[in-house]
């Protein structure tokens, strides 16, 4: 894969809180369609690197590029226009809008950048057959279980078809079944769009469908990079 220019470039990238060193020094590449874990004891810094490439924090030194644009030197405004078009986020908790239906949720993004409603119904019809949940489109989240609203919040990650896909455990709140289940979407829909996925997990199953694990520790980077 590194013949291929890389959609994520992080060099040289600290955060401290307070006197709290976070993350020390810390460089690695994605390249298209790439599956990388981020792996390593809870307080190594995993979540804050995530929140960094997301462009939710900022590093205090270093820098994150993304297809090219160094995004950690953006102003508010850009950034959030960034991360709306060009990145895609699944949470542990799924954090869908529970007065929306699963449709309504994954459409959400598309219609906060303005794009036009045939597109937007194409587009939710779509992600709904691939994640299958085609006959649950009216459903709420509370009518949805547990590994459904994960299905509904991969979609949303996934509708306005982002270069950077990031996944914070995601599934850290699923039991083994759904969370193979996740896994395996995962791992078809990166492989067809050739989204570029970071996936923050302790899970070995969900390193497993990653090309490489990066290795965090006390905010350094120990493993392959």
């Not at 993304?66 to 102003?75: K, V």
Request: aromatic content about 2%; proline content about 5%.
């Amino acid at each position: 894969m590194s013949s291929v220019p890389p959609v994520l470039q992080v060099h040289a990238v600290s955060k401290r809180y307070g006197t709290r060193l976070v993350l020390d020094d810390v460089s690695f590449t994605v390249a298209p369609g790439e599956r990388v874990a981020l792996t390593g004891p809870s307080g190594s810094g995993k979540t804050t690197l995530l929140n960094c490439l997301g462009g939710v924090d900022r590093p205090d030194a270093g820098e994150i590029r993304l297809g090219g644009q160094t995004i950690n030197r953006l102003d508010s405004e850009a950034l959030a226009d960034l991360r709306r078009r060009r990145i895609g986020t699944i949470f542990q908790f799924f954090h869908l809008l529970p007065t929306l239906t699963a449709a309504e949720n994954i459409e959400l993004p598309l219609q906060l950048l303005g794009r036009p409603t045939a597109e937007r119904v194409r587009r939710v019809d779509t992600l709904l057959a691939q994640v299958g949940l085609a006959g649950r489109a009216g459903a709420l989240p509370s009518q949805l279980s547990g590994g459904e609203q994960q299905r509904v919040a991969v979609a949303r990650a996934l509708v306005h078809e982002p270069e950077l896909l990031l996944a914070d455990e995601p599934t850290g709140n699923l039991d083994s079944v759904n969370g193979a289940n996740i896994l395996d979407l995962l791992r078809a829909l990166t492989d067809q769009t050739r989204t570029a996925l970071v996936l923050v997990t302790h899970s070995d199953e969900a390193a497993a469908i990653c090309h490489r694990a990066l290795h965090l520790r006390d905010g350094r980077m120990t493993g392959p990079a």
